[in-house]
């Protein structure tokens, strides 16, 4: 499993930089097309309250995606199942992918994993993980006696 951190796009060359890593990381780990293991493209943004994932998943159930948090790494899992075809059908192009994905992301803020909220709607997955509210300093007031 490859962990991804959050860093923001500085340019569009650092876009290029991250597309040939996955492009790589996929070569030689054995990702090759119909291995049965891909990655879904997602997007991650921190707003002032939240931290929201939006995550590519078009024609997969929801019922097949499984979305847990442990300390700072959000993981999402899933599956997308492949078509069934008669044995006689011949294919002239085979380019969507299927069978499992997992990725790990580090998050880039401390987040309340028990008030996140998670909504999938024409094929796009949103994850909405509310920042932990920071603890402000407690003022203390001293009795005289």
């Not at 876009?15 to 780990?29: A, E, I, K, T, V």
């Not at 090759?32 to 590519?56: F, H, M």
């Not at 309340?112 to 999938?120: G, K, M, P, T």
């Amino acid at each position: 499993m490859m962990l991804t951190t959050c860093a923001p796009r500085k340019n569009s060359l650092a876009g290029l930089h991250d597309q040939m890593n996955r492009l790589f990381s996929g070569f030689w780990s054995g990702d090759v097309a119909g291995s049965g293991s891909w990655s879904p493209a997602l997007d991650i943004v921190e707003l002032p309250e939240e931290v929201l994932v939006r995550v590519e998943v078009p024609g997969i159930d929801p019922e097949n995606v499984e979305i847990s948090v442990n300390g700072d790494v959000l993981e999402i899992r899933g599956e997308r199942e492949r078509e069934e075809t008669s044995e006689d059908a011949k294919w002239y192009r085979y380019e969507r992918r299927a069978g499992s994905f997992r990725r790990a992301l580090q998050l880039p803020v401390a987040i309340d994993a028990e008030r996140i909220e998670a909504e999938a709607s024409k094929g796009l997955l949103t994850i909405r993980l509310p920042k932990q509210k920071e603890e402000l300093p407690k003022r203390i007031t001293i009795k005289a006696k």
